[in-house]
């Protein structure tokens, strides 16, 4: 397995709750002598956002922090789509599952399958009223990134609700341990399915007013009992304040 496919993930969406969580794993894995490269803490300037995201999408072992936010942002979406297209979901995710993430409930999951629907006809129609609807590429391909979630929300949530993905506060009383032997198992004992470039990668999750996002790039090297490098990121644009 090379280097990049050990790479762990993390996709989180930044800002109280969700940044705390992913600041005690990071402390953690730290303690046991993993090194973790983190967009805050060592951003790339001028990467390519999509092709972190990808990459992201692309990892063996990824650590979704779920929150209403992420289940509403762009990016973290983006990072959502792109890991179950690369198949293999179920097998690739540790989910950390936060409060405010309506999943468990049928009728709350049809928010999140309403919001992506509202979010695709706002700029449908922003577009429609366009007296020159050409060289929109980049606005095109957001709208079918809206199709994308629109269409797989429902069936990914689903999956995350069915996950026994532990509590938060269960996961900080064990200091995190069943995360941490999930993914040493994953590492140590699985083929990495999706092939990528040798540099590990990560984004930072975002706010989706383009304002205040990072993206951390790098490969690291993981000590203790995992066998790989762990990158967290977190899915924003650049200037995404989140």
């Known amino acids: 397995m090379s280097e990049y496919e050990q790479a762990v993930f993390i996709s989180y969406a930044w800002g109280d709750e969700r940044e705390e969580i992913v600041n005690q794993i990071d402390q953690t894995l730290q303690k046991r002598g993993v090194k973790i490269t983190r967009d805050k803490r060592d951003l790339g300037y001028r990467g390519s956002i999509k092709e972190f995201m990808e990459r992201i999408g692309q990892g063996n072992c990824v650590i979704v922090v779920i929150s209403d936010k992420y289940l509403r942002s762009k990016n973290c979406m983006f990072e959502l789509v792109e890991i179950a297209e690369n198949k293999q979901f179920s097998d690739r995710i540790f989910p950390v599952i936060l409060p405010d993430a309506k999943i468990y409930d049928a009728v709350e999951r049809l928010d999140y399958v309403e919001f992506w629907e509202k979010e695709k006809a706002k700029l449908n129609e922003r577009i429609r009223n366009l007296p020159d609807q050409s060289n929109l590429q980049g606005i095109r391909e957001e709208l079918d990134n809206y199709d ?11 999956i ?3 996950m026994n993905a532990l509590t938060p506060d ?8 069943q995360l941490y032997d999930a993914i040493e198992k994953r590492v140590k004992g699985s083929p ?4 990528a470039p040798d540099q590990a990668v990560a984004t930072l999750s975002e706010n989706d007013s383009a304002s205040n996002s990072s993206i951390n790039t790098g490969g690291i090297h993981i000590g203790g009992n995992v066998g790989g490098n762990i990158v967290i990121g977190n899915n924003n ?6």
């Open 148 to 158: 994308r979630f629109r269409d797989k929300i429902s069936g990914l949530t689903s």
């Open 160 to 162: 995350l609700k069915d």
């Open 170 to 177: 269960m996961h900080k009383e064990s200091d995190f341990n």
């Open 192 to 195: 990495a399915t999706p092939s």
């Open 237 to 242: 644009q650049i200037n995404n304040k989140k």
